[in-house]
């Protein structure tokens, strides 16, 4: 998307997992998108995050201050297949309303829809992410809403 001029920005979220994860998921972010040519204008980095909703409540002040929220449209989404649920919920629950989702699951060969269960970590992570939506939901941590995953 960006390449094709179609995303002005990218902008990485992760910290260091409360000091698990040395450099923070954003920093290895930004540094293989500069590896593959994006330029350093164009790469947001939000590093202070220790889990989802921190990504997300922190992003909005990197994104206020680099294009300004009332700016943004749409956003485009990358993440694991398996967290794209919670996560819409809560940036539904978080962001702006005006703000259009578009979701792009990553490539991963293991973990897809399609063979999770093939392998016990995967399995481990979705019952984690069910147990967090579900949870998330019945603690009023994110609004409860239907979502569409579908391509």
């Known amino acids: 998307m960006f390449k094709n001029g179609r995303a002005p920005y990218i902008l990485f979220t992760g910290g260091d997992k409360f000091g698990q994860i040395n450099p923070p998921e954003a920093i290895v ?56 649920r919670r996560c819409l919920l809560m940036l539904r629950t978080f962001m ?13 060969v293991i973990g897809q829809a399609n063979n999770w269960w093939q392998d016990e970590q995967e399995v481990i992570r979705v019952r984690a992410e069910l147990h967090k939506v579900i949870n998330g939901v019945k603690g009023k941590y994110f609004v409860d809403d239907e979502v569409e995953l579908d391509r």
């Open 29 to 84: 972010l930004q540094n293989e998108a500069r590896r593959l040519g994006v330029p350093n204008e164009s790469i947001l980095i939000e590093t202070q995050s220790n889990h989802t909703k921190e990504n997300i409540l922190c992003s909005l002040t990197v994104l206020d201050r680099a294009i300004g929220l009332e700016n943004i449209n749409r956003l485009l989404l990358v993440s694991s297949p398996g967290h794209m």
């Open 96 to 108: 702006p309303p005006w703000y259009q989702y578009v979701w792009c699951p990553d490539d991963r």
